[in-house]
Structures are given as structure tokens and as C-alpha cells.
């Protein structure tokens, strides 16, 4: 099993734990995920800006052969993601069953657990997608 290392991990936080991108200081191009150059000019993007929390599917499925240590999680629903601001995003769904998932359903931003490639590796966490009606879920992580 690949793992990423616990420094790529730690440089990609930004974007996962806040679900911000970065911005094209010469033309306004927002990145999400971010990218270190702009596609339109080339230019180095910097900064970062928030991008849309809520969105709606494009596409899904349900997965039922995992990764090695995501076996506890199967079947678990990945989907396509439109956010409102138009970056797409795939992201999985949580808090619904599959059977109720349904293209062009509204979903936001929630701030989840990934898990551990093992016992006694490092906690990684993120963002995942639930129902927009659903209950409970804080905003900000």
C-alpha cells in the first residue's frame, strides 16, 4: 500500500480544512484544489480564497472494494460535485443512503474524519459531502 507522506499530508491542509482554493493575482482565475500556476496566463497563483460550500451532484456511485484501509467503510457513495461557484469537486457523500442519492441533489461542505492508512499512523481528516437538509453539521471545521 502506497501512503502519503505525513509532509504532503500536512501541505494540502489548507485546502481540505478550510475548502479554500487559490487565486490568479493577474487575471482573478480561482483554483480548487489549488494550483501553484494559472491555467489561463501562466501566472503563480497565491493567496487563498474560499470557494463555495454547497453544491449539487453531477454523478455518483457506490463503492464496494475499497483501498486497504478503508475496508470498515464499503459500500461508501463518491459523487461529481457542481459547487454553486462552479468548481467541480469529487468528494464522498455521507449521512444517506445510496438509494436516496439522486443527480442534481443539493449537498454541502462537512468536515470529516478520513481515517489512518493503519492502527498507528496519523488521523487525517477533510471534507466530505451530506444532504443539504441534513442536521446538525457545523460550517466551519
Known sequence: MVEDSIPLYWRTIGHRYRF??????????????PRP?????????RGERP??????VI?????HMAQ????DEVPYIV????????????????????????TGMKVRYAFRKYGAASDDSVLRYGYKFVPYEYPNVSQEP
Not at 51 to 56: D, I, T
Not at 68 to 71: D, F, L, Q, T
Request: proline share 5%; net charge negative.
Open 59 to 63: 454523478s455518483f456511485s457506490e463503492v
Open 68 to 71: 486497504e484501509h478503508r475496508e
Open 37 to 45: 500556476l494559472c491555467l489561463d496566463c501562466g501566472v503563480k497563483t
Open 79 to 102: 459523487a461529481l460535485i457542481e459547487l454553486e461557484d462552479g468548481h467541480r469537486v469529487i468528494g464522498q457523500i455521507v449521512g444517506v443512503p445510496f438509494s436516496r442519492v439522486k
Open 20 to 33: 479554500s482554493g487559490r487565486e490568479c493575482p493577474e487575471c482573478g482565475s480561482v483554483y480548487f484544489p
Open 51 to 56: 470557494v463555495s460550500r454547497v453544491g449539487k
